[in-house]
């Protein structure tokens, strides 16, 4: 079955480390997206990328950082950077183009101990 | 910046009906509307691309007013299945219909009593 994979589900990282989640799809998107969720906030965009090789900051990219040297990965590190990393983080991906519905993964929870 | 979502939350009995509004500051070129289970990722239920257009999708429909940079999600008949978190997505005329990445609201939660 086609569909995009976070992992893990639970993540727990000490102050000042950097951790990295998983995001795979085989749906053949070319575009991918990191969203964070915070209760109350809705999803904000993180990074994005259309195409391998080349990825653009959203609104709050400050203490992230991705890569996409696959077309199927796109993972995101969360650095020692990133004031406040304990979130809900969601990855989706679509075709490219316009007006393309997102397939959204199962998303990880990232606590910050 | 955000839309802004309205109401923030709304508690329905099975069978009645809910709207759901979704207001921007900034001119749009689409709406994206996504059902989200709590802990789950969210689901997507429609895209609206012109002014003044409406879609529908079983009981749940949905309208696009472009100039005043507005989209409503219409659920009716409520059922238990409709509780959940709803958010709507919009994106400018200058993100390429989305392609750079859709500006949420930040949720409206619908819960559905027996």
């Known amino acids: 079955d086609g569909g995009i994979t976070q992992s893990p589900k639970y993540l727990f990282r000490k102050e000042g480390q950097n951790v990295t989640l998983s995001c795979e799809q085989n749906?053949?998107?070319?575009?991918m997206y990191w969203y964070r969720q915070d209760p109350g906030q809705g999803l904000r965009l993180i990074y994005y990328?259309?195409?391998?090789?080349?990825?653009q900051k959203g609104d709050i990219a400050e203490g992230y950082s991705v890569s996409r040297e696959k077309k199927e990965s796109f993972p995101l590190t969360v650095t020692s950077a990133q004031k406040n990393p304990t979130a809900f983080y969601l990855c989706a991906s679509r075709t490219r183009g316009a007006n393309t519905e997102a397939f959204f993964g199962q998303g990880t929870r990232l606590t910050v101990v | 910046q955000q839309p802004v979502q309205s109401p923030q939350a709304v508690i329905l009995r099975e069978g009645e009906d809910a709207v759901i509004n979704c207001s921007s500051s900034?001119?749009?070129?689409?709406v994206h509307w996504y059902r989200q289970k709590h802990g789950e990722a969210p689901v997507f239920l429609m895209i609206?691309?012109?002014?003044?257009e409406q879609k529908g999708h079983e009981k749940i429909s949905a309208s696009f007013n472009e100039k005043k940079q507005q989209s409503s999600l219409y659920l009716t008949a409520s059922q238990l299945s409709y509780s959940g978190t709803y958010f709507c997505g919009t994106a400018s005329p200058y993100s390429g219909g989305g392609a750079d990445g859709l500006t949420f609201g930040k949720g409206t939660h619908l819960i559905i009593q027996p």
């Open positions: 609206l691309l012109k002014g003044g």
């Open positions: 900034k001119a749009l070129y689409s």
């Open positions: 749906l053949n998107h070319d575009a």
């Open positions: 990328s259309q195409i391998v090789n080349d990825f």
